[in-house]
């Protein structure tokens, strides 16, 4: 059967059946976004707090990949049905995932669904698809779905919007600890992970993010009395893996406890709603910049005939409700 002339309905009827096909064709449909995308999410909409989500994060070159496989594959050995969703670089030539992360995690592609999603330049590291995506995966019985991003920089952080958990990986040596702390991740995560502990240094890593912790007064938690815990792992050997499993599943029952895993569904729905009419703001905006009359305005913004802040008015009389 070829899945790519199905309707939409069917696909989300297969997939929850277990149909891995169907579920791949729906988050191509999602990722590519439309009115399909938008009737997938209509189907899926319940779905959006079924499964938990672990955002796994950090610099290029930490050991995410691999780390996320050897969590995959405790989870399965558990008897867990889990999913990954690992944000890849857009291609500069196709705008696809380059598909770096899938490479490195097809150990466990045969017991796992893992899915690469190209960010398409989306500012943050997160692709607009996420969220859609994870509803589509929560909808096809898939628990816990694993999100993996591309590397941090100054303000990519909207991996917590997306997720319940958020992992940080750091390593020694690297200056990462100093970075996660300029990124802001130490307001945003709830479980550090120093990989490559077998390397000279990685003791002074975790010492670094000890002592950033103690300094951080205002840590940006919605509970003080939570500290996140600093975990040392060696994920090509698998060593500490086995820890941060479980430093996850007791943030989660942490979460659960205080009552404020809602307020983090909330978080997720919000960051969606605010993600979707940004999008369609962008569009509205590229639409009115192609007109004439526009071109016109921003020629003379360019020659200096009128002041860009005349010419946006003109072109977007838009006024914020106060």
């Known amino acids: 059967m070829n899945v790519r002339s199905l309707p939409v309905e069917q696909l ?6 277990g149909d891995r096909r169907a579920t791949g064709r729906l988050l191509t449909i999602v990722e590519r976004g439309g009115p399909d995308a938008d009737h997938i999410t209509e189907l899926t909409h319940a779905f959006s707090s079924r499964a938990r989500v672990v955002g796994i994060t950090g610099a290029p070159g930490a050991g995410k990949s691999t780390l996320v496989a050897r969590l995959i594959a405790g ?9 990954v969703l690992a944000v890849d670089p857009s291609s500069p030539l196709t705008g696809g995932a380059i598909l770096g992360d ?4 097809s150990e466990v592609e045969s017991v796992a669904f893992i899915r690469s999603v190209a960010t398409r330049g989306h500012a943050g590291g997160l692709a607009l698809a996420i969220p859609g995506g994870t509803r589509v995966l929560a909808a096809a019985g898939f628990d816990p779905i694993v999100i993996e991003t591309v590397g941090v920089g100054q303000v990519e952080v909207d991996i917590t919007a997306a997720a319940d958990t958020t992992v940080v990986v750091v390593t020694p040596g690297m200056g990462d600890a ?18 490559k502990a077998d390397r000279p240094g990685a003791d002074d890593t975790r010492r670094d993010l000890e002592l950033m912790l103690e300094l951080s007064h205002v840590t940006g938690q919605e509970d003080a009395t939570y500290r996140p815990p600093i975990m040392m792992t060696n994920s090509l050997d698998g060593s500490g893996v086995g820890a941060v499993a479980a430093a996850i599943s007791a943030h989660r029952l942490h979460l659960v406890e ?7 569904h909330e978080r997720r729905a919000r960051f969606e709603v605010a ?3 940004q999008a369609r703001l962008d569009i509205t905006v590229q639409e009115a910049l192609a007109g004439d009359d526009s071109m016109s305005l921003i020629r003379a913004v360019a020659a200096g005939q009128v002041a860009p802040t005349t010419a946006a008015l003109s072109i977007f009389p838009f006024s914020p409700v106060l």
């Open 178 to 195: 100093v970075q996660a702390n300029k990124a802001g991740l130490l307001e945003v995560a709830d479980v550090f992970v120093v990989n």
């Open 12 to 17: 989300v009827e297969m997939s929850a059946a």
């Open 102 to 105: 899938r490479v490195r995690m």
């Open 275 to 277: 993600t979707r009419i």
């Open 258 to 264: 205080s009552g404020m895993l809602a307020d983090r």
């Open 75 to 83: 989870l399965v050995a558990d008897g867990e049905h889990p999913a």
